[in-house]
Nanobody, 123 residues
Framework: QVQLVESGGGLVQAGGSLRLSCAASGSTFSRHAVGWFRQAPGKERESVAA????????YYADSVKGRFTISRDNAKNTLFLQMNGLKPEDTAVYYC????????????????WGQGTQVTVSS
């Protein structure tokens, strides 16, 4: 049973930083692409960033490029999202996701999901 547990969310002022973590268990984490998604109130869930199974390729939504950095520690089965220069429009529930299929460089359309962590950016 794959479990993804996010942490690190919270309330921060605009311009501040947060670092999200996602601890994975029950899978061969190092063989799977993983990513971060977010969902703001009244909006659809959207992709924020993703990283290939070996960590050599990263992908970012245009809205976060240059501000957010995704990384992974395969030895610790953990995914990170460093968020700098936060804006009120970054306010959302952030979800960690892990591919069900191994050895992909891109996120599958139906990954495993964590329960989410709230990020609130005040202006």
């Amino acid at each position: 049973q794959v479990q993804l547990v996010e942490s690190g969310g919270g309330l921060v002022q605009a311009g501040g930083s947060l670092r999200l973590s996602c601890a994975a268990s029950g899978s061969t984490f190092s063989r799977h692409a993983v990513g971060w998604f977010r969902q703001a109130p009244g909006k659809e869930r959207e992709s924020v960033a993703a990283i290939s199974w070996r960590g050599g390729r990263t992908y970012y939504a245009d809205s976060v490029k240059g501000r957010f950095t995704i990384s992974r520690d395969n030895a610790k089965n953990t995914l990170f999202l460093q968020m700098n220069g936060l804006k009120p429009e970054d306010t959302a529930v952030y979800y960690c996701a892990e591919n069900k299929n191994a050895y992909n460089d891109y996120m599958d359309p139906n990954p495993y999901w964590g329960q989410g962590t709230q990020v609130t950016v005040s202006s």
